[in-house]
């Protein structure tokens, strides 16, 4: 039996609650259960929610409430395969880094949790206010130093 050219220890998924977020989440699953590894759902959170708690208008800790339904959803996909899965948020917009973005935040944080490879979600532009990650999946795929998975 030859070794699989892919050695991944953690699975990158970036979400942003959308249905296209959870079938991201089914597919880094997979992948992470190929491969016997974890998966990170980072959820990205856009420019109005960013701006919101930025100026006081929304508390960052009613932001993590909102988020946690989904990241339940992701739990249990994640518990029907047994592949561990972390979570954490991230600003996809920032009024004080203009070089923040959602793809800048998403290859970040895959810097910053040393992941092995990233599965994002390709979203149809749809123009809805809660879909962060319509434009990212292009970015990720042209800098990203790590295998990338666009579904």
Same mark, same amino acid.
């Given at each position: 039996m030859s070794e699989s050219p892919v050695d991944a220890n953690t699975v990158l998924v970036p979400v942003d609650g959308s249905d296209e977020s959870v079938t991201a989440i089914e597919y880094g699953v997979a992948v992470a259960d190929k491969y016997g590894?974890?998966?990170?759902? #980072? $959820? =990205?959170l856009g420019e109005e929610v960013?701006?919101?708690?930025?100026?006081g208008a929304v508390e960052e800790d009613d932001v993590v409430v909102d988020t @946690?339904?989904?990241i339940d959803t992701a739990r249990g996909i994640a518990e029907d395969y047994d =592949?561990?899965? &972390?979570? &954490?948020i991230a $600003?996809?917009? &920032?009024?004080?880094?203009k070089t923040q973005h959602p793809g800048s935040a998403v290859l970040d944080s895959a810097? @910053? #949790?040393d992941a092995d490879f990233i599965v994002i979600p390709r979203e149809p #532009?749809?123009? @809805?206010?809660? @879909?962060? #990650?319509?434009?990212t999946a292009e970015y990720v795929l042209l800098y990203? &130093?790590?295998p990338v998975l666009s579904v």
């Open positions: 590894a974890d998966v990170h759902a #980072l $959820y =990205v960013t701006r919101a708690i930025e100026t @946690e339904s989904f =592949v561990a899965l &972390s979570n &954490s $600003y996809g917009f &920032s009024t004080r880094r810097d @910053e #949790l #532009l749809t123009g @809805e206010p809660g @879909e962060v #990650l319509e434009k990203a &130093s790590q």
